[in-house]
C-alpha cells in the first residue's frame, strides 16, 4: 500500500481520486488552483499503482496559540 500527499503538478492523479471516490455526480473543479493552495490536503492511497482510496481536507487556524487543526472531509 503506498499513501501520497498530492500537490501541485498532481492534477491528473486529483482528477482521477476525486472521480472515483468523491460524491456521486460531483464536476471537480480546479484542482490546480485547490493543490496549489496549502490550506488544502489531498492524500492518495494506492494498492499496486492503482487508487483505492482518498482523503482530503483544509487546515483551520485556531484562535488560541495552538497548530492550526485538519478538518478531514472524506
Same mark, same amino acid.
Given at each position: 500500500?503506498?499513501?501520497?500527499?498530492?500537490?501541485?503538478?498532481?492534477?491528473?492523479?486529483?482528477?482521477?481520486?476525486?472521480?472515483?471516490?468523491?460524491? &456521486?455526480?460531483?464536476?471537480?473543479?480546479?484542482?490546480?488552483?485547490?493543490?496549489? /493552495?496549502?490550506?488544502?490536503? =489531498?492524500?492518495?492511497? %494506492?494498492?499496486?499503482?492503482? &487508487?483505492?482510496?482518498?482523503?482530503?481536507?483544509?487546515?483551520?487556524?485556531?484562535? /488560541?496559540?495552538?497548530?492550526? =487543526?485538519?478538518?478531514? %472531509?472524506?
Amino acid at each position: 500500500m503506498e499513501i501520497r500527499v498530492l500537490a501541485p503538478g498532481d492534477e491528473k492523479a486529483a482528477t482521477t481520486l476525486t472521480a472515483l471516490f468523491a460524491d &456521486p455526480g460531483a464536476v471537480p473543479g480546479d484542482l490546480a488552483t485547490w493543490l496549489a /493552495d496549502d490550506r488544502n490536503v =489531498m492524500v492518495g492511497a %494506492y494498492r499496486n499503482g492503482e &487508487p483505492v482510496g482518498m482523503a482530503y481536507g483544509h487546515h483551520l487556524p485556531r484562535p /488560541d496559540a495552538q497548530p492550526d =487543526m485538519l478538518l478531514l %472531509y472524506s
